[in-house]
């Protein structure tokens, strides 16, 4: 096992830069999320751990060692892609045991290994098969295997459950955090997910257009999200634009509703807002954070109850549709006047999507 840090890694793309400046620091035994939308670096990321992408410029270091130029054979890295890559020709047992013959490993071990593997992703009845005759989700779990039979200081999962269907992902979460516990292996996780993220990881990278915009504690990402790209990669968000007013008790998120209802007043508390004064900008809700309460101070039309989601009601504040949580969702019905109850928001900056507070 093993540390990783990369300090101001950069790798060229044909027309931008691919990573730029990207430093991260992860302790021995994390489990980090490194999440962005298409085209923001992630695999390259991963791949530049493993030395299968070059680094242009910047240091990346495994356990203590730097190994940028190392090729991948020597970092003792194992990588699980988007897509399986399995051997065709071998069954699944050959495929797991194949890094482990390649360094010579005494047959008897190399055989003890793969049935421990095997088991502990109980996928033993898999063995003497051949990959064309297994589910995408099975030959994900035997991919999973041969990256962990060799006991890699790093673990590189790349989008592993991008795509496989909800039920089938649930499982291999659920698998994967078990491992990882177990294993105590440093884990870097690929993903657009949010779901994925929230549910394994002890803290996140998020990237956009090559470049970190956060770095933290999941939890803390989620809770304080530096960017508005940053709050999306934890979970899905209600957004509503708001004016920033100021009178003599201090600041306020106004907005007006267009069909001459009652006004959304929301006061907030930070001098930063006093630089948007005047400003429209994005104010930013998780479903449970805008609660439907009798003693909430926001008015709103219940427009539609959610049954995907316990408790989920979409409603109308303002003129926008906000997705909110309601206790007792059962006894609403559309066009149902409420109140709401905010437990947080996040307001962001529209021209550079940076959050104000």
């Known amino acids: 096992m093993a540390n990783l840090v990369l300090d101001r890694v950069v790798v060229e793309g044909a027309a931008r ?53 190392d090729e991948p054979r020597d970092r003792d890295v194992g990588m699980v892609f988007q897509a399986p890559a399995l051997i065709g020709h071998l069954s699944a047992r050959r495929n797991v045991s194949f890094p482990l013959e390649v360094r010579r490993h005494d047959a008897d071990e190399i055989r003890n290994r793969v049935d421990a593997e ?36 790093l673990l590189l ?23 990882q516990a177990g294993y105590g292996v440093t884990t870097l996780m690929a993903t ?43 979970g899905s ?3 509503i634009d708001m004016t920033v007013v100021a009178d003599g008790t201090g600041y306020w998120l106004v907005r007006e509703d267009p069909r001459g209802g009652e006004p959304v007043r929301i006061r907030v508390w930070s001098p930063a807002y006093r630089a948007h004064v005047g400003s429209v900008v994005t ?6 954070q805008l609660v439907v309460s009798p003693t909430g101070a926001i008015p709103a039309i219940v427009e539609r109850r959610l049954p ?10 303002a003129g926008a549709s906000l997705m909110v949580t309601a206790e007792h969702a059962g006894g609403l019905t559309q066009g149902d006047a409420v109140r709401l109850r905010i437990d947080h928001l996040v307001a962001f900056d529209k021209l550079t999507d940076t959050a104000i507070a």
Request: charged share 25%; net charge negative; proline share 3%.
């Open 17 to 69: 830069r691919r990573l730029d400046e990207v430093s991260i620091d992860v302790d021995d035994g994390d489990f980090i999320g490194v999440i962005g939308g298409s085209g923001s670096g992630k695999t390259t990321l991963l791949r530049a751990v493993a030395g299968l992408d070059r680094v242009t410029s910047g240091h990346v270091r495994i356990g203590g060692s730097d190994m940028t130029r």
């Open 118 to 153: 095997a088991r502990a992703l109980h996928i033993e009845r898999l063995l003497e098969r051949e990959p064309s005759t297994l589910s995408h989700g099975e030959q994900q779990l035997v991919q999973i295997a041969r990256a962990l039979v060799r006991a890699p200081r």
């Open 157 to 179: 999962l790349d989008e592993p459950f991008a795509s496989l269907d909800e039920h089938l992902r649930s499982r291999m979460r659920a698998e994967i955090a078990l491992l």
């Open 192 to 234: 657009n997910d949010p779901a994925d993220v929230m549910s394994l990881t002890t803290s996140l990278v998020v990237l956009d257009e090559g470049r970190v915009v956060q770095h933290g504690a999941t939890s803390l990402v989620r809770e304080s999200p530096a960017t508005l790209t940053a709050a999306a990669a934890t």
């Open 237 to 239: 968000l209600s957004l």
């Open 283 to 288: 104010v930013a809700f998780r479903p449970e």
């Open 308 to 317: 995907i989601s316990r408790g989920g009601v979409r409603c109308s504040v």
